[in-house]
């Protein structure tokens, strides 16, 4: 019988395989979790790994989000969210949950150069800016509080051709400041960058009377380190990122340089209630080949940095591993990652439930779209005899036959047959109609006592009767089976006379 395309069935098997493919990735340990640069499960040298190590020997403990920051509104012990490189766009209910995290006293990290921080940053903007003027400025050359409107990742290249390790575009990190309420520097002398970009300051210029982005600062003329981490003054900002990946690189024409540049900027909102936020323009700084390199300061630093963040406390860090995309040369291999297939649908109910006006509502929503798509058993539908008399050639019997072999009724197609074989020992035997399978059998060894093996034929009608009062499962292929052993006796009763 020709297989037919069942759109219900195909879509049904594709969600199956989409939920079942993690389990057993993760059971059978071949899935490729390495695939994704900066996850705490990638030991090759763009994941960071070694960062979630030496911080559980500190006694942290990682909690992985693979799906939204939505479930942040569902965590009640708040900790430190840790968004390191993302590269995934961040929703708007992703980001008003994040707001949401750090109003309640969450702190949290975002490490990021030329992914997608920046969709969430305008509105932390928007949160933090009436308590900007809480923080004392003072030790950044600043009188009174920060005059700033803003921050983001500039997502321009920086160049560091004073200080760096093998090229510019890897500076090495040597001016640190620290005070009171700020992350600690002890133990730290330098920290090696790789391809990072800059923190840019949305500030207002009164000659201009209006606000504008720039990288730095200066203070009655000289530049000053407006963050707690940063290049030297031989440093520049290279636009065209590219061309600098390729070893291409100079300042400029209209391109800032020659002033320090910031890679780290705190927002210490904790003493108002709200949580930490440190934003950093370099997620490399905790990747395992950067954190490896003995004689750089990155593993302490950052262990330095997750201490001031944990205001509450809590030991507890939030991972963001949801946002995070494999490397260009790995991309095949995602799809061995279980984390693509399980953030794919948490997504998927995230979206749904994180409403209390929407969530009743999303059991309803999933019966809907299941009972649309789940495969139904096809029922023949009328039999006409319009469509029959189309064709000439054909008697209702056959189409009879056909409509139901079609629609996979073999219970009924056996049932018509079991029918005319009763009518035709009738006819001929004169027997009745409500003979059953004994009676059958009695009679057909009374008149051909030869022609049949009656122990499987009496095993064969009861099975007849059983299927066709559906006390029975009936398979295609117990149908064709029985469908012979009635033709069997039809042709012997018709071409045989007598004893």
């Known amino acids: 019988?020709?297989?037919?395309?069942?759109?219900?069935?195909?879509?049904?098997?594709?969600?199956?395989?989409?939920?079942?493919?993690?389990?057993?990735?993760?059971?059978?340990?071949?899935?490729?979790?390495?695939?994704?640069?900066?996850?705490?499960?990638?030991?090759?040298?763009?994941?960071?790994?070694?960062?979630?190590?030496?911080?559980?020997?500190?006694?942290?403990?990682?909690?992985p989000i693979v799906s939204t920051l939505n479930v942040l509104t569902r965590i009640d012990?708040?900790?430190?969210?840790?968004?390191?490189?993302?590269?995934?766009?961040?929703?708007?209910?992703?980001?008003?949950?994040?707001?949401?995290?750090?109003?309640?006293?969450?702190?949290?990290?975002?490490?990021?150069?030329?992914?997608?921080?920046?969709?969430?940053?305008?509105?932390?903007?928007?949160?933090?800016?009436?308590?900007?003027?809480?923080?004392?400025?003072?030790?950044?050359?600043?009188?009174g509080g920060l005059p700033i409107l803003g921050l983001k990742v500039n997502k321009s290249l920086l160049l560091d051709y004073e200080s760096y390790h093998q090229s510019p575009v890897m500076p090495v990190i040597k001016n640190f400041l620290s005070a009171p309420g700020l992350p600690s520097i002890v133990g730290v002398t330098q920290v090696v960058t790789s391809y990072p970009s800059a923190i840019g300051f949305l500030a207002y210029d009164e000659a201009l009377d209006s606000a504008r982005w720039i990288p730095t600062f200066t203070v009655l003329g000289n530049p000053i380190l407006t963050g707690i981490a940063g290049s030297t003054s031989n440093s520049s900002l290279e636009q065209d990122v590219k061309k600098a990946r390729r070893g291409e690189f100079s300042q400029d024409e209209g391109e800032w340089g020659g002033v320090p540049f910031s890679i780290m900027a705190p927002l210490p909102l904790g003493a108002a209630g709200l949580g930490n936020i440190?934003?950093?323009?370099?997620?490399?700084?905790?990747?395992?080949?950067?954190?490896?390199?003995?004689?750089?300061?990155?593993?302490?630093?950052?262990?330095?940095?997750?201490?001031?963040?944990?205001?509450?406390?809590?030991?507890?860090?939030?991972?963001?591993?949801?946002?995070?995309?494999?490397?260009?040369?790995?991309?095949?291999?995602?799809?061995?990652?279980?984390?693509?297939?399980?953030?794919?649908?948490?997504?998927?109910?995230?979206?749904?439930?994180?409403f209390p006006l929407l969530a009743p509502f999303?059991?309803?929503?999933?019966?809907?779209?299941?009972?649309?798509n789940y495969p139904k058993g096809r029922s023949a539908s009328p039999l006409l005899m319009t469509k029959i008399k189309q064709k000439r050639s054909r008697s209702f019997f056959a189409a009879k036959m056909s409509w139901y072999v079609n629609y996979e009724q073999y219970d009924k197609a056996l049932n018509v047959l079991y029918k005319r074989l009763k009518r035709r020992l009738d006819k001929k035997f004169n027997c009745g109609l409500t003979i059953n399978f004994n009676q059958i059998v009695e009679l057909l060894k009374e008149q051909y006592p030869d022609k049949f093996n009656y122990d499987l034929l009496s095993k064969n009608l009861n099975n007849v009767e059983l299927f066709t009062e559906k006390k029975k499962k009936l398979t295609e292929e117990n149908f064709l089976a029985l469908v012979l052993e009635m033709k069997n006796i039809e042709d012997i009763i018709t071409k045989q006379g007598l004893r």
């Open 77 to 143: 012990d708040l900790g430190v969210l840790a968004l390191v490189g993302p590269t995934i766009y961040y929703d708007p209910t992703e980001t008003a949950a994040l707001a949401y995290f750090v109003m309640r006293g969450g702190s949290v990290l975002i490490a990021d150069d030329f992914g997608s921080a920046n969709d969430i940053l305008g509105l932390i903007n928007a949160i933090i800016a009436p308590y900007l003027d809480s923080i004392n400025m003072s030790e950044f050359g600043f009188g």
């Open 362 to 372: 999303f059991p309803i929503i999933a019966l809907i779209f299941l009972k649309r």
């Open 1 to 63: 019988m020709a297989l037919k395309f069942d759109r219900n069935a195909f879509m049904l098997t594709i969600l199956f395989i989409i939920f079942c493919l993690p389990i057993v990735l993760s059971v059978a340990r071949i899935g490729l979790e390495e695939t994704r640069q900066f996850s705490v499960y990638n030991t090759n040298w763009d994941g960071t790994s070694i960062l979630k190590e030496n911080l559980e020997s500190e006694g942290y403990e990682f909690q």
């Open 278 to 354: 440190l934003i950093c323009s370099d997620p490399s700084i905790f990747t395992n080949e950067l954190m490896r390199l003995p004689e750089y300061d990155n593993a302490q630093y950052a262990s330095n940095l997750f201490d001031w963040l944990d205001i509450n406390g809590s030991r507890t860090i939030f991972y963001d591993e949801g946002h995070l995309s494999p490397s260009k040369a790995r991309a095949p291999l995602s799809i061995l990652d279980p984390f693509s297939y399980v953030s794919m649908y948490l997504r998927y109910i995230n979206s749904f439930t994180m």
